[in-house]
């Protein structure tokens, strides 16, 4: 009864005096800090903003803090973030590798531009990305930008030089912004879901951290979130031979 009695004295005091519990020392006694580190490219990129929201809502609900770190795509910068977090002890970290996988994927190199701008994109030479498309032999009938400001750059571009959108060129964006809908004509977008992204990834960590504690084996697992493809006007039929 007599500890009852104090703890519960204890717990009054406490509200009184608004304590707050000292994070640093059960860290200590648990071995765990209840921290998770992110790794962006940067969180002025709208999926990049968007996964971020996916990953606090769902941290916070399960009781995890958040660091994040920016790399604006620079591997030095990368390495130098996941390190900082090893240091502080958090315990797992999340990476968002950015866009550069995309040139992977492409089927010539030729024809891939790394713009090397970051948002807001002000200083987009939009221009010369233009020119140099339309130069290669032969020039492309499609382009797309990996991002839907990107796009629509492209296609105030395109249409000042008199090309016919999608007449003469077709142009496709990612992320399917607002602005996307905005447009004339309406940009063609794909809509990739960064918020579910950044929710699964944070339960997968959840999930490989209590098969640590229960040391079970823990099984790699690739989680799939497909895109969907949004239909507009700025994107001209695909024609089959």
């Known amino acids: 009864m007599r500890c009852v009695e104090t703890r519960a004295r204890v717990q009054a005091l406490a509200e009184q005096y608004h304590y707050l519990p000292n994070r640093l020392m059960q860290s200590l006694i648990t071995g765990t800090s209840h921290t998770l580190g992110l790794v962006l490219p940067s969180v002025a990129t709208p999926y990049s903003a968007r996964l971020l929201s996916g990953v606090l809502h769902t941290a916070t609900a399960a009781g995890y803090r958040v660091l994040i770190r920016e790399t604006f795509y620079q591997l030095a910068l990368s390495l130098a973030a996941i390190q900082m977090f090893i240091e502080q002890r958090v315990d797992g970290i999340l990476l968002d590798c950015g866009h550069r996988a995309l040139k992977r994927r492409m089927l010539s190199t030729r024809y891939f531009i790394d713009v090397k701008e970051m948002p807001p994109y002000e200083e987009l030479p939009a221009r010369d990305i ?12 499609a ?15 395109a249409s000042s030089h008199g090309l016919r959108i999608p007449g003469d060129l077709s142009i496709m964006g990612f992320g399917n912004l607002a602005i996307s809908s905005l447009l004339t004509p309406t940009l063609t977008t794909l809509k990739q879901h960064p918020e579910e992204v950044g929710k699964q990834a944070v339960e997968l960590f959840l999930a490989r951290l209590e ?14 979130i497909p895109p969907a493809l949004v239909t507009r006007a700025s994107c001209a039929p695909p024609i089959y031979i």
């Open 211 to 224: 098969g640590q504690q229960q040391a079970s084996p823990i099984i790699p697992r690739l989680i799939a």
């Open 143 to 157: 382009i797309i930008a990996w991002e839907d400001t990107i796009a629509a750059l492209l296609c105030k571009e």
């Open 130 to 141: 233009l020119a140099q498309l339309l130069a290669l032999a032969p020039a492309p009938t």
